[in-house]
């Protein structure tokens, strides 16, 4: 079982188009990152989110923290052909050293 | 600073083979990962080093893999013999204790014939 579930898996949208992605687990975390990798490259840290219910904004992105600190998600707005990647989130869950990935959502944004 | 340097960038091999995965890491961080990526089962920790001391190599398949870290500044994953099931990417990242993120490789993309 994946402890860190993402969805939806593939997202495909027009540029402009608002969309949100999901990242859910049965485990609390205590901290919880979003990375975006694009092709032929290693992921790269977007956020870290650290309090339950913690709004972080970078420029059209929104990443929130759930207020039980097992589920986050990631909402961009107007979105960009420049978008277009692979969108990771990686938890810690407290008393381990290291990151749980999701296996992300591949989201493809058309001109 | 460079960022965390792996090599090769792509690697070609036939069955039975040796394979050896480089990865030097950013100066300074103290943790080093290897990670194993496919489309079935996403980002894989294989193992990570703590201060070159491997801390947790539970996610190795098999008795085939094997990672050493001489110094901080240097680390191998081995493949003996490689498999034709292992092709696959391997990310290396590192970290320090001042970060709560890693900092990826940009990846060995690994065929196996």
């Known amino acids: 079982t994946q402890l860190l579930e993402q969805s939806p898996q593939l997202l495909s949208i027009q540029e402009g188009e608002n969309l949100t992605v999901y990242c859910n687990s049965s485990s609390v975390f205590s901290s919880l990152q979003w990375y975006r990798q694009e092709p032929g490259e290693g992921p790269v840290l977007l956020v870290t989110v650290v309090t339950g219910g913690e709004v972080k904004k970078l420029k059209r992105l929104t990443f929130q923290f759930g207020d039980a600190r097992k589920d986050s998600s990631l909402h961009i707005t107007a979105a960009q052909p420049g978008d277009t990647g692979l969108y990771l989130c990686?938890?810690?869950?407290?008393?381990?050293?290291?990151?749980?990935f999701g296996k992300g959502t591949m989201l493809l944004v058309s001109p | 600073d460079a960022g965390v340097i792996q090599s090769p960038r792509h690697e070609v091999t036939e069955m039975g083979q040796e394979v050896t995965l480089r990865c030097k890491p950013i100066?300074?961080?103290?943790?080093l990962f290897w990670y194993r990526q496919t489309m079935m089962r996403g980002l894989e920790l294989l193992i990570y080093?703590?201060?070159?001391?491997?801390?947790?190599d539970s996610g190795m398949p098999e008795d085939r893999f094997s990672a050493k870290m001489p110094n901080a500044s240097f680390s191998t994953l081995k493949i003996q013999p490689s498999e034709p099931r292992d092709s696959a990417v391997y990310f290396c990242?590192?970290?320090?204790?001042?970060?709560?993120?890693?900092?990826f490789g940009s990846g060995t993309r690994l065929t196996v014939v």
């Open positions: 990242a590192s970290s320090s204790r001042r970060t709560y993120g890693y900092t």
């Open positions: 080093f703590n201060n070159n001391v491997p801390i947790d």
């Open positions: 990686a938890g810690r869950v407290s008393g381990y050293s290291t990151l749980t």
């Open positions: 100066s300074g961080h103290n943790s």
